[in-house]
């Protein structure tokens, strides 16, 4: 009974050791290293396990993984206008436990599936496939969806590497991870289950069966052909990585450059929507805007929602916006949430859309140029299928003040196009790949993190949008009212931030002017999108299938 609940012990600090690999290698720790031997602990503890316990032992390790990823969600409400609903950030951990947690307990499911029908070797070379399955279902299922902390965002301070995201997009590489910890585990299987059998089972001559894993004599143990096999495509696939990223990043960006400005006001959350703070509000980004405008920048560009009031309705707000841009005599990029200009069908209450709004220098507008976020926030911003479940019984409750944007607007500027994204709609690779199909020649992202506080939130929001540079190959540039506001080049590298002069990037007040350079730029994955998943789908589904079909 001891020994059994020592091996249970050695199990559970498997998976837990698992976590604690996979968590610093995401912000602030950055330590992206680790991930590439983060899931060896989790690989080496399921193996040979039941279906149940399997998924029990990943499930854990999922759990804690997420719980050590989102932690911030319990300081949010210190910084929103929510801050009487102390339930909701604990529900959302609770449910991270059951949900998100579970998507590594299917992992070690399938894995383990395909391990007791076709062997341990196979099961290693599905579970790339399985694992990159597994991430995009979970980026794109309904109000669920959510493709943050994905494996491969671990890696977006290593140019190199993450270059094949333009060919194959994000999951590319997380796919490329997962296989190399699977290779890893090969080699460590036999050296593991060795350690776990009395030393004179595998050389006994009295019957006893040598385990398959176990190959060689009294004196060592030898490397499988399936191991090493497994070793060569790994080996292949990083050395293919590395001399692509190299070749690409070894080439110069050229072209027009175009000056631009960024405004960081740092406005705290509950000012923002206080009316006592509306005067002060507009003095700070006036002011921050009349000091850049001496740069004489193309174009100036305020965060998500900067605005106390929304512009369409607020004569004097509006008249403020254009006496500040044909003072500068430049573009002005700024949100604003906006009223609908029509009223939902049976229904009263005003809605508002998240929006972008482009001001020209020049007072004869012939049209006014704007973009609605399409991808609202869950219960930030809307709260889904309301009409089916009631979230009101369970203690839920949200915004349901605005609707939904239908077009992906690219706005014409004299020297450039752009596309424009507000606040969480850079996480999501395919909506972003729309503007840049339609025309884009760099991309723009307003948002507003106060709400997260001073937390790993706002860079991990960063590293995500190093991937849709490099999948698309633009310059994206971000602005936030309380940072992190900054410059990523079609390579992922992020070439400049605002930040003050002890190097915080975050709730403080300051201005940026850099040069971009807008590129007609047309990838593998910006006109094919998630092909490869597709590829990961398939491959999961011959091995289960299979699997089911395999006696065993």
């Given at each position: 009974m001891a020994s059994k609940s020592f091996r249970y012990l050695i199990e559970f600090s498997l998976v837990v050791a698992s976590s604690v690999l996979l968590v610093p290698s995401f912000p602030k720790f950055d330590l992206g290293f680790l991930a590439w031997i983060g899931l060896l602990p989790l690989l080496i503890a399921?193996?040979?396990?039941?279906?149940?316990?399997?998924?029990?032992?990943?499930?854990?390790?999922?759990?804690?993984?997420?719980?050590?990823?989102?932690?911030?969600?319990?300081?949010?409400?210190?910084?929103?206008?929510?801050?009487?609903?102390?339930?909701?950030?604990?529900?959302?951990?609770?449910?991270?436990?059951?949900?998100?947690?579970?998507?590594?307990?299917?992992?070690?499911?399938?894995?383990?599936?395909?391990?007791?029908?076709?062997?341990?070797?196979?099961?290693?070379?599905?579970?790339?496939?399985?694992?990159?399955?597994?991430?995009?279902?979970?980026?794109?299922?309904?109000?669920?969806?959510?493709?943050?902390?994905?494996?491969?965002?671990?890696?977006?301070?290593?140019?190199?590497?993450?270059?094949?995201?333009?060919?194959?997009?994000?999951?590319?590489?997380?796919?490329?991870?997962?296989?190399?910890?699977?290779?890893?585990?090969?080699?460590?299987?036999?050296?593991?289950?060795?350690?776990?059998?009395?030393?004179?089972?595998?050389?006994?001559?009295?019957?006893?069966?040598?385990?398959?894993?176990?190959?060689?004599?009294?004196?060592?143990?030898?490397?499988?052909?399936?191991?090493?096999?497994?070793?060569?495509?790994?080996?292949?696939?990083?050395?293919?990585?590395?001399?692509?990223?190299?070749?690409?990043?070894?080439?110069?960006?050229?072209?027009?450059?175009?000056?631009?400005?960024?405004?960081?006001?740092?406005?705290?959350?509950?000012?923002?929507?206080?009316?006592?703070?509306?005067?002060?509000?507009?003095?700070?980004?006036?002011?921050?805007?009349?000091?850049?405008?001496?740069?004489?920048?193309?174009?100036?560009?305020?965060?998500?929602?900067?605005?106390?009031?929304?512009?369409?309705?607020?004569?004097?707000?509006?008249?403020?916006?254009?006496?500040?841009?044909?003072?500068?005599?430049?573009?002005?990029?700024?949100?604003?949430?906006?009223?609908?200009?029509?009223?939902?069908?049976?229904?009263?209450?005003?809605?508002?859309?998240?929006s972008a709004f482009l001001i020209e220098p020049q007072p004869k507008m012939v049209k006014q140029q704007r973009y609605d976020k399409i991808r609202l926030f869950p219960f930030g911003e809307y709260l889904p299928y309301k009409e089916i479940i009631p979230w009101s019984l369970i203690k839920v409750s949200g915004s349901d003040h605005y609707i939904s944007g239908k077009e992906f607007t690219i706005f014409e500027h004299p020297d450039f196009r752009f596309g424009v994204t507000i606040c969480w709609e850079n996480v999501f690779p395919d909506l972003f790949r729309q503007f840049v199909r339609r025309g884009a020649q760099l991309m723009v992202n307003l948002t507003n993190e106060a709400h997260f506080g001073k937390t790993a939130a706002p860079h991990q929001l960063v590293s995500i949008s190093v991937f849709r540079a490099v999948e698309n190959r633009v310059f994206v540039v971000r602005c936030a009212n309380t940072g992190v506001s900054c410059i990523i080049d079609p390579y992922g590298r992020i070439v400049d931030r605002i930040k003050d002069e002890n190097g915080q990037d975050i709730f403080i007040r300051g201005t940026l002017t850099g040069w971009i350079i807008p590129f007609d730029s047309k990838t593998i994955y910006t006109r094919y999108g998630d092909w490869f998943v597709w590829v990961a789908l398939f491959g999961t589904l011959i091995f289960l299938i299979v699997s089911f079909f395999k006696k065993r």
């Open positions: 399921i193996n040979g396990k039941s279906l149940k316990y399997s998924f029990l032992l990943s499930l854990i390790c999922g759990a804690v993984f997420f719980f050590g990823v989102f932690y911030w969600i319990l300081e949010v409400p210190k910084y929103t206008l929510l801050r009487h609903s102390l339930l909701a950030p604990y529900l959302g951990l609770y449910f991270g436990f059951f949900y998100f947690g579970s998507y590594f307990g299917v992992f070690g499911l399938a894995y383990t599936i395909v391990s007791k029908r076709l062997g341990t070797t196979p099961a290693l070379l599905a579970a790339p496939f399985i694992w990159v399955s597994l991430e995009y279902v979970r980026s794109n299922l309904s109000f669920l969806s959510l493709p943050w902390a994905l494996l491969a965002h671990s890696q977006y301070q290593y140019p190199l590497i993450i270059q094949i995201a333009s060919i194959a997009g994000t999951y590319n590489i997380s796919f490329l991870i997962v296989m190399v910890n699977a290779a890893l585990a090969a080699v460590v299987y036999p050296y593991y289950e060795r350690l776990k059998i009395p030393p004179r089972l595998p050389f006994s001559k009295g019957g006893e069966i040598i385990p398959p894993f176990l190959k060689g004599h009294a004196g060592g143990l030898q490397i499988s052909k399936g191991t090493r096999a497994l070793l060569l495509v790994a080996l292949s696939l990083v050395v293919l990585t590395l001399l692509y990223g190299q070749l690409t990043i070894s080439e110069p960006i050229t072209g027009n450059k175009i000056k631009f400005s960024l405004v960081q006001g740092n406005i705290e959350q509950v000012k923002k929507r206080d009316p006592s703070h509306t005067r002060g509000i507009m003095q700070t980004y006036v002011g921050l805007t009349r000091g850049v405008a001496k740069d004489r920048p193309a174009i100036v560009i305020w965060p998500e929602t900067a605005t106390p009031g929304a512009i369409n309705l607020n004569p004097r707000l509006y008249f403020e916006l254009r006496e500040t841009v044909e003072e500068a005599g430049t573009y002005l990029l700024l949100g604003s949430a906006q009223h609908q200009k029509f009223g939902v069908k049976g229904t009263k209450k005003l809605k508002y859309l998240n």
